[in-house]
């Protein structure tokens, strides 16, 4: 089983709508929780992080997590082109210091 | 600006030569890593230092090095390269002990011919 997965994709949504990415941990003692957005052939830049059970909200996107059934959330409300990226999905345990990704799901919206 | 920042931004070289990866970061932290993505763009860590001291080595084979010489500089030297290592290297850094995000360089994009 992988540390961290998420669907590959790709994911396709038209623009406007609601992006929903998903991911998916092994490690229960993981304690940070990170969305990143890597455009192509740039590197990877931070959009989110969430540490604690339930949704938190900027401006467009609003992650989800519940620790229980180890589950990250993303999603992105009224999806714009410029949203088209890969998503990296990243996981830290409480005093590691390895941030471990996952595969990333790559999305586009769709004009 | 503040940044991290990697050299060079393209690498290309054949097969058994042996070349090297810059970073420095003026971003203050004391953590530095290097990742390997691949083409299916998955960032696999390959080395983290602390404070120039060696944290994680994750199974990479010893062709690649990592040299620390501050705590502000990660550098990346690969021996004897083979095909499979053509990939894109970051370059991160972030501060130990919070449970902060890690930011990244640009990237190098290795191509071994």
Redesign the interface.
Known sequence: QKEVEQN?GPLSVPEGAIASLNCTYSDRGS??F?W?R?YSG?????IM?I?SNGDKEDGRFTAQLNKASQYVSLLIRDSQPSDSA?Y?C?V?R?GA?????G??T?LTINP | DTAVSQTPKYLVTQMGNDKSIKCEQNLGHDTMYWYKQDSKKFLKIMFSYNNKELIINETVPNRFSPKSPDKAHLNLHINSLELGDSAVYFCASRTQGADTEAFFGQGTRLTVV
Do not use: N
């Open positions: 590959s304690q940070s990170f990143y890597q740039k590197s990877p830049e931070l992080s540490y890969t990296l990243a830290k409480q210091q390895k941030l471990v990704f595969q990333g790559r």
